[in-house]
């Protein structure tokens, strides 16, 4: 699986790419009037979950344009989170053509790959989050998932649960790819 997951880190940059482009199509999905609803994460509306996504990929357009994370970024607040996460969505996705090799977080150095493929599991997975709170599922793509699946373990441990995610959710071994990452975050897909 190591190996897997290392194979799946060389793609970085296009498997973000593959995770924003799955995230614009629940997006499309979202109305002033489900900002209100709850989402699969713990204690967020959608309107909370958008501000989240809205902040992640922030700083990751940060990351492409200046080769670092500031760990304190200021929350940026939109009038309207829907067109501002799509239209962020879309120039971070232009930014990381002309990407640095390393970034900085913290003052530690992540190679871009590293980075992209965090944040790919983080906006797919969201993405899933928002159609589920539009009530309007849409499963994640099974080539996609699959990549996914084998990353989400390098980027989500112990020490994660259960504070930012829940504890996995058990699912059948047969169960598709798209299930078992999301059972893997914490979600229980249907």
Do not use: K
Request: charged share 20%; hydrophobic share 45%.
């Amino acid at each position: 699986m190591i190996e897997d997951g290392a194979a799946a880190l060389l793609g970085g940059i296009g498997l973000l790419e593959r995770a924003v482009n799955y995230t614009f199509g629940s997006l499309h999905l979202v109305r002033q009037e489900h900002l209100a609803r709850p989402t699969p994460c713990r204690d967020w509306n959608l309107e909370t979950l958008l501000g989240h996504m809205n902040d992640s990929l922030l700083a990751l357009h940060e990351a492409a344009d200046i080769g670092r994370i500031e760990l304190f970024a200021p929350d940026v607040a939109a009038e309207d989170p829907i067109t501002a996460l799509r239209d962020r969505a879309r120039l971070l996705l232009g930014a990381w053509t002309d990407g640095p090799e390393t970034v900085s977080i913290g003052g530690n150095q992540l190679t871009t790959s590293i980075l992209t493929s965090a944040g790919a599991v983080e906006i797919a997975v969201h993405g899933w989050d928002v159609a589920q709170a539009c009530g309007l599922p849409r499963p994640l793509p099974g080539e996609l998932a699959e990549e996914l699946l084998e990353l989400a373990p390098l980027f989500l441990t112990m020490a994660d649960r259960p504070g930012r995610f829940g504890p996995a959710v058990p699912v059948p071994p047969t169960a598709s790819a798209g299930v078992r990452l999301l059972a893997f975050t914490g979600r229980r897909a249907a």
